[in-house]
Antibody, heavy 122, light 110 residues
């Protein structure tokens, strides 16, 4: 059974750094991309970027490039997203999701983590 | 960058009715790279349909997707209580390998 388990909720102050994690099981981590998706309070889903479990190649949405760093450690089947300096506006739920793509047939986020609530407040 | 615009923003219907949700892309996209998700309150999104019209495991055949080019539709027949949620379309762009979500349609009980 595919599972993505995310780290727990966090409360941080503006300017602090943060790394949250997403640990995968039930499939070959190295064979898939893992995406990070932001959902601000009461808002929709925003794709932030994705990392490939095989070689840690990362690709970013233009809206988030330079704002976060996405990485993976395939020795422990875990993907990460990190911030160097948080802002109030980073307050959101962050989801990881497995990206399943089969060339010319389909591409979708087929399994999702439970979400990590990040609250940034002074 | 491709923008997905969903309409309506909110759809108010009664159980048993049929829902039609629209997702319009700012330029032509490959329908095989369009997917639809359901998000119930307080839960992570759930994949419903992908690859043009493939239903994810456990999704009833009351859910159907169609469309091509720039216009895509999710149809839900015989609405049940569990169907009232927010629905998102998603597109994977192969040229730049960027993913995009629509802003969502909230399906609420009338």
């Amino acid at each position: 059974e595919v599972q993505l388990v995310q780290s727990g909720p966090v409360l941080k102050k503006p300017g602090q750094s943060l790394r949250i994690s997403c640990t995968a099981s039930g499939y070959t981590f190295r064979s898939h991309w893992i995406a990070w998706v932001r959902q601000m309070p009461g808002k929709g889903l925003e794709w932030m970027g994705s990392v490939y479990g095989g070689d840690s190649e990362a690709r970013y949405s233009p809206s988030f490039e330079g704002q976060v760093t996405i990485s993976a450690d395939n020795s422990i089947n875990t993907a990460y997203i990190q911030w160097r300096s948080l802002k109030d506006s980073d307050t959101a739920v962050y989801y990881c999701a497995r990206f399943d793509v089969r060339g010319y047939q389909y591409a979708a986020f087929d399994f999702w983590g439970q979400g990590t609530l990040v609250t940034v407040s002074s | 960058e491709i923008v997905l615009t969903q309409s309506p923003g909110t759809l108010s219907l009664s159980p048993g009715e049929r829902a039609t949700l629209s997702c319009r892309a700012s330029q032509n996209v490959n329908s095989r790279y369009i997917a639809w998700y359901q998000q119930r309150n307080g839960q992570p999104p759930r994949l419903l349909i992908y690859g043009e019209s493939i239903r994810a495991t456990g999704v009833p055949d009351r859910f159907r997707a169609s469309g091509s080019g720039t216009d895509f539709t999710l149809s839900i027949t015989r609405l049940e209580a569990d169907d009232f949620a927010v629905y998102y379309c998603h597109q994977y762009g192969t040229s730049r390998r960027w993913d995009t979500f629509g802003q969502g349609t909230k399906l609420e009980i009338k």
